[in-house]
């Protein structure tokens, strides 16, 4: 999609980082705009705006707005049917067949909020360590057990924690400390139990990546935030987007690790 492009793109001029930007802040606008125009907007020029639509995949600037405006719309209606769908009460048939359009727009929130930079250090970082320690309850805790037996069959010792096993860490930090990796996950991060474990690591000097909501809490005290995508849990069904996006994360980071240790 158009927009996942956009957001993704790399070995950007500055000038097209800028344009990048200014579309992706003013959707709207662009749709209304003229080459001509959206280089007023962008202090570029049409020949400018042009060659950026072409790089993007597009033929020129009125395909680039019709493949941006299918991409707006594909988004708004996925979210727009699920949404009416699990509010009214669907049939079982309704059910089956918005729950795919569901799973596939939390994907497309997911990827589309994840920065590639962050990714990457991230990955750096569990390349270097040979024990990677989850720490997680509710749903995120069963969803973590198994990103850590598939980190296991890579050759990672992993494991889940709910919460501070003293004992375990104090064993733990005998080893260099680099040579573990700890991850904390809370979609909303502000989870108690999980600010705890947070405190108790921060007092010891050993980092974590968090997993879950930036410019929160337990955001603030982490070394590297991967976001997580979260519905505001207005209805039931805004589990489904929660724990969907945080197992195609851990999926995400299995699939990376295991292309860079073959």
């Given at each position: 999609?158009?927009?996942?492009n956009l957001?993704?793109?790399?070995q950007?001029?500055?000038?097209?980082e800028?344009?990048?930007n200014?579309?992706?802040?003013?959707?709207?606008?662009?749709?209304q705009s003229?080459?001509?125009e959206?280089?007023?907007?962008?202090?570029?020029?049409?020949?400018?705006?042009?060659?950026?639509?072409?790089k993007m995949?597009?033929?020129?600037?009125?395909?680039f707005?019709t493949?941006?405006a299918?991409s707006?719309a594909?988004?708004e209606?996925?979210?727009e049917k699920s949404?009416n769908?699990?509010?009214n009460?669907?049939t079982?048939?309704d059910?089956?067949n918005v729950?795919?359009?569901y799973?596939?727009a939390t994907v497309?929130e997911t990827?589309?909020?994840?920065?590639k930079?962050?990714?990457?250090?991230?990955?750096?970082?569990?390349?270097?360590?040979?024990?990677?320690d989850?720490?997680?309850d509710g749903?995120?805790y069963h969803?973590?057990?198994k990103?850590?037996?598939?980190?296991?069959?890579?050759g990672?010792?992993?494991q889940v924690?709910l919460?501070?096993n003293?004992?375990?860490?104090?064993?733990?930090s005998q080893?260099?400390?680099?040579?573990v990796?700890n991850i904390i996950?809370?979609h909303t991060g502000?989870?108690?139990?999980?600010i705890n474990?947070?405190?108790?690591?921060v007092d010891q000097?050993l980092?974590f990546?968090?997993?879950?909501?930036e410019?929160?809490?337990?955001?603030?005290?982490?070394?590297?935030?991967?976001?997580?995508?979260s519905?505001?849990?207005e209805?039931p069904?805004?589990s489904i987007s929660?724990?969907?996006s945080?197992?195609?994360?851990?999926?995400?980071?299995?699939?990376?690790l295991?292309?860079s240790?073959?």
């Amino acid at each position: 999609m158009l927009l996942q492009n956009l957001k993704n793109a790399e070995q950007l001029t500055k000038q097209e980082e800028s344009i990048r930007n200014y579309i992706l802040q003013n959707l709207n606008v662009t749709l209304q705009s003229s080459a001509y125009e959206l280089a007023l907007l962008t202090y570029t020029s049409p020949a400018t705006i042009i060659r950026f639509c072409k790089k993007m995949g597009t033929k020129g600037f009125p395909d680039f707005k019709t493949n941006l405006a299918k991409s707006m719309a594909y988004l708004e209606f996925l979210n727009e049917k699920s949404t009416n769908i699990f509010n009214n009460s669907g049939t079982i048939s309704d059910m089956m067949n918005v729950l795919p359009n569901y799973y596939q727009a939390t994907v497309y929130e997911t990827i589309e909020i994840i920065k590639k930079m962050t990714l990457a250090k991230a990955i750096s970082t569990l390349l270097v360590s040979s024990q990677i320690d989850f720490y997680a309850d509710g749903l995120n805790y069963h969803i973590c057990q198994k990103a850590s037996i598939q980190l296991g069959n890579l050759g990672f010792n992993s494991q889940v924690h709910l919460g501070i096993n003293q004992t375990y860490l104090k064993r733990i930090s005998q080893q260099s400390k680099s040579s573990v990796a700890n991850i904390i996950v809370s979609h909303t991060g502000e989870n108690a139990s999980m600010i705890n474990c947070a405190k108790y690591l921060v007092d010891q000097n050993l980092s974590f990546i968090l997993i879950g909501k930036e410019f929160s809490t337990l955001a603030k005290m982490s070394s590297l935030t991967i976001p997580q995508y979260s519905p505001k849990h207005e209805h039931p069904h805004d589990s489904i987007s929660y724990t969907l996006s945080l197992t195609i994360i851990l999926d995400l980071i299995y699939s990376i690790l295991a292309s860079s240790i073959k």
